[in-house]
């Protein structure tokens, strides 16, 4: 799950009603839809059709641009990050507007190309009037600018995302001080290509011969800099690098030491936390590739789907409720620790005020939940929002809890190799009232035993400790602690290492697992290691 600069979400306290809305975006979703008629038939022949259909356009268009914030990012420093969010937004809007009037009409008089040209049209659209405005507003910052006279000219070596960065970054801050003549590179695929419009003529070696034919035009490099490290490059392009700069008095600037300064001398690196209990990587991933995991999947996804219907209007029942004790946003999400170390948004329905007034701005003294907020807490009503955790993939209906980074055990190697659950062993064996020892032991415990049985022993617990109330089960809690402490043997012994083809089965009696009583009493526990034959 590659998710590398991922943009975070504002806190609640931020987050406001209603996002701004360009009128352009409004015009033309409401124009978009008759020019696709247009362009179908040439004319208009059922006028009532399309009044609909364009009435339905415009109100997807302003529910549709409120929800994705389409007018939130700066024109004129509009990013493809941008247009992709835009370009889903249009196709949003045609499949809502074409449902609508599927809903009233059927389609029947409307041909079944409309919906897509309007896509194409609203979108195209909307991306063309971005562009032109944020090329009028670069023409308006352009000419405000005193160009100098005298020019630095500069060479750039190796032509890579950073010299493309430093080329942006020359365009935009100093176009009149600054002039790139052209870029050299090692590779040879690269020769009499461009990057960004700026011709690549040779290889780093033959940086004095470049040097030597712009001073025959009239032009002399000022200064040569190198877009890469410089133990990435060969040695011959090194030394002919630093020796023609030396020679011919250029400034010479290693780019990536500029923008990403090594660490200070003397400051030693941070160590990386040696684990506790540590478990054999082949047990892990004999683990991790059962085919359980492949079908819990699958019915977790049947099963949220079915849940989020059936619980719909309970959902919006809890949503009013929240709307009417702390106000918008209903939806509050928190960052943890995902499967495999991804972030993992987590969301549940708001149940405090914000931490400051929205008028005032003054920090309020109180962060108690309101009556209100205490029962959704109580019967985990305000984690309904997490049912499209399950629905998109994040977490799982029965797994270890999402922790915070900050309360994440020692070792976190098995209980993150699987996606987090909304219940789990841990929370019914004394959710709260656990140790995060005690925690991990038994979510390490349920990944070794998981098995769609016990998924529906737990989610039945979990009713049953929603109606009563959090209850230590000590019986699970000790046979949970003891196999853990079996971990570090059964990761070094060769008799039972499953690398070496050995099996190793810990049994469990019946007592100390899905019926261990609550009582404090002695763990019934019986271990067998039987080596393969």
């Given amino acids: 799950m590659g998710k590398a600069n991922r943009r975070l979400r504002k806190p609640s306290s931020y987050t406001r009603l209603l996002s701004r809305v360009p009128v352009y975006d409004i015009a033309w979703g409401s124009l978009s839809p008759i020019v696709a008629f247009l ?26 641009f409120q929800w994705f914030q389409t007018g939130s990012p700066i024109v004129r420093f509009y990013s493809l990050r941008d247009a992709v969010e835009l370009i889903k937004a249009c196709a949003l809007v045609a499949a809502l507007s074409a449902g609508t009037l599927f809903l009233i009409s059927r389609l029947e008089d409307a041909p079944r190309a409309v919906p897509i040209l309007h896509f194409l049209l609203l979108g195209a659209g909307l991306l063309t009037i971005r ?11 352009r000419r405000g600018r005193e160009t100098n006279n005298a020019v630095r000219h500069v060479l750039i070596i190796q032509a890579s995302r950073l010299a493309w960065f430093f080329c942006k970054m020359v365009e935009e801050l100093a176009p009149g001080d600054f002039q790139i003549v052209a870029i050299l590179d090692e590779r040879s695929a690269m020769r009499h290509r461009s990057l960004n419009g700026y011709p690549i003529i040779g290889a780093p070696s033959e940086i004095e011969k470049v040097v030597a034919d712009y001073a025959r035009h009239g032009v002399r490099i000022d200064q040569v800099v190198v877009a890469a490290l410089p133990e990435t490059l060969s040695d011959t392009g090194w030394d002919e690098i630093s020796g023609t700069c030396r020679t011919h008095n250029i400034e010479l600037e290693v780019l990536p030491e500029r923008l990403m300064p090594p660490s200070p001398a003397g400051e030693p690196a941070a160590p990386v936390a040696a684990t506790t209990d540590p478990l054999a990587e082949d047990e892990i991933r004999a683990l991790i590739d059962r085919p359980l995991w492949t079908i819990k999947r699958a019915v977790d996804f049947t099963v949220a789907l079915s849940v989020l219907v059936l619980t719909l209007p309970l959902t919006l029942v809890v949503l009013a409720l929240v709307l009417f004790d702390v106000g918008i946003p209903a939806v509050f999400w928190q960052q943890r620790v995902g499967r495999n170390g991804a972030p993992l948004y987590l969301y549940k329905f708001r149940t405090l005020h914000a931490p400051s007034d929205p008028r005032t701005r003054l920090r309020r003294d109180e962060q108690a939940p309101s009556p209100i907020g205490r029962f959704l807490r109580s019967t985990r009503l305000d984690e309904l929002p997490q049912i499209w955790n399950v629905l998109s993939g994040d977490m799982s209906l029965v797994g270890p809890r999402p922790l915070l980074a900050a309360d994440q055990p020692p070792d976190t ?40 049985r016990l998924d529906a022993t737990i989610v039945l617990r979990t009713v049953w400790m929603l109606l009563t109330s959090d209850r230590r089960a000590e019986q699970a809690i000790a046979t949970a602690l003891f196999e853990r402490s079996l971990a570090p043997r059964q990761a070094t012994a060769p008799a039972v290492s499953v690398g070496r083809g050995a099996a190793c089965r810990t049994e469990i009696a019946p007592s100390a697992t899905l019926g261990a009583p609550a009582e404090d009493t002695a763990p019934a526990i019986a271990v067998s290691v039987r080596a393969a034959e």
Avoid: F, M
Avoid at 48 to 59: D, T
Avoid at 131 to 141: C, M
Avoid at 423 to 441: D, M, V
């Fill in 131 to 141: 562009t032109a405005i944020g090329l009028t507003e670069a023409r308006h910052d």
């Fill in 39 to 64: 362009l179908r038939d040439g004319t208009i022949y059922s006028p009532g059709v399309v009044a609909a259909y364009c009435g339905a356009a415009l109100l997807a268009s302003l529910l549709v």
């Fill in 413 to 452: 190697r098995l209980r993150l190799s699987v996606r987090p659950g909304l219940t789990g062993w841990a929370q019914i064996c004394g959710g709260k009232l656990i140790s995060t020892e005690e925690k991990n032991a038994l979510d390490e415990w349920y990944i070794r035993h998981a098995s769609l």
